[in-house]
């Protein structure tokens, strides 16, 4: 496509002054930067810069977070939101310890085969961690291609990405893989944003396809997304966990306990549908559930 290699150079020209600082930046602690990459799916960064520190210090390594009850890990999660992530991370930690003598391992296959690992996860590992010459595709590069080499009728459109990739592969340097991923997902989250992309201080403007063509659209929430009294069911689940964080270990709280402080008023409806959604989440590792008599009770995993 036309204006690859000025893009290439402005990008890094524009990195080398504008690049964010970053905690799990310039480091090669594959730890480290696997729980930096697992908090960053689906969290904003500043979040990310708030806990990164803190879950280190309660599991300073892998064999450590191996070591820990789940539900320490899932407390220590607190704030993070997608708790499935807490329980991923947690399992990862015991398997590389168990089949990987506690070192995480260097090939794409065993890495993305891990509990919580998915294509891009594996990638920015390698490119991360061990200098491998990957590209990495996340949300932010996936835009930015988007915009950049096709035209996008608005700033919501995106084009699919099996069509990113080879794109993505294809512009790779042969020096230089690291800081040109980091790059690419700062010009991504910083300048050409989701929303209210900085087109006039973007430094490839010159050369994208899709600005002064596409028009700003406000996102919506998807009416797909399932409901439950007013709130969507991922964000009740969310707040189940919260309450059950807030018990001490070896405790456990009945369903109509939990009942009472997810609703006010709670109906005889909210019990049956609670107790679904309390067996999907044991189904996820995240609950553990007892019956006492005819009362069901629950606790962190």
Same mark, same amino acid.
Request: proline share 6%; charged share 25%.
């Given at each position: 496509?036309?204006?690859?290699a =000025? ?6 020209? &524009?990195?080398?002054?504008e690049g ?11 730890y480290?930067?696997?729980v930096s ?9 500043? #979040?990310?810069l ?9 599991f300073?390594s892998?064999?450590?977070?191996? #070591? ?8 220590? &999660?607190?704030g ?20 990987f ?6 090939d ?19 490119s991360?961690?061990?200098?491998? #010459? ?15 080499? &096709?035209?996008m ?9 099996? =069509? ?8 790779l340097?042969?020096?230089?893989v690291?800081? &040109?991923?980091?790059?690419l ?8 944003r989701?929303?209210?992309p ?21 996102q ?6 399932a ?16 309450r ?7 405790a ?11 609703f006010?008023?709670h109906?005889? =409806?909210?019990?049956?549908?609670l107790?679904?959604v309390?067996r ?5 590792g ?16």
């Amino acid at each position: 496509m036309r204006g690859q290699a =000025e893009f290439s150079r402005k990008v890094i020209s &524009w990195y080398k002054r504008e690049g964010r600082t970053l905690p799990w930046r310039g480091i090669r602690d594959p730890y480290r930067i696997l729980v930096s990459e697992i908090m960053l799916q689906q969290t904003q960064v500043q #979040r990310v810069l708030e806990k990164y520190p803190v879950f280190l210090k309660a599991f300073p390594s892998l064999r450590t977070l191996a #070591r820990a009850p789940r539900s320490t890990v899932i407390r220590s &999660w607190q704030g993070m939101g997608y708790n499935n992530r807490a329980v991923r991370l947690h399992l990862l930690a015991q398997t590389v310890m168990e089949s990987f003598d506690g070192k995480l391992p260097e090939d794409y296959e065993s890495l993305h085969a891990l509990p919580g690992i998915g294509p891009y996860t594996a990638r920015a590992v390698l490119s991360s961690a061990f200098g491998k #010459r990957e590209a990495i595709v996340d949300i932010n590069v996936r835009r930015l291609f988007s915009r950049v080499f &096709w035209r996008m009728p608005t700033t919501r459109t995106m084009r699919p990405e099996k =069509e990113i990739w080879p794109l993505a592969e294809s512009l790779l340097p042969k020096k230089g893989v690291y800081d &040109w991923n980091q790059a690419l997902m700062d010009m991504g989250a910083t300048v050409c944003r989701a929303r209210n992309p900085l087109c006039d201080e973007c430094p490839v403007s010159e050369v994208c396809h899709s600005r002064a063509r596409m028009k700003s659209t406000v996102q919506t929430t998807s009416s797909k997304e399932a409901h439950y009294r007013g709130l969507p069911v991922r964000i009740r689940r969310g707040h189940i966990i919260e309450r059950l964080r807030n018990i001490p270990d070896g405790a456990s709280v009945s369903i109509h306990g939990i009942a009472a402080q997810l609703f006010d008023p709670h109906v005889p =409806e909210d019990v049956p549908w609670l107790e679904g959604v309390l067996r999907t989440l044991e189904k996820d590792g995240l609950v553990q559930l007892k019956r006492r008599g005819r009362i069901l009770r629950a606790a962190l995993r």
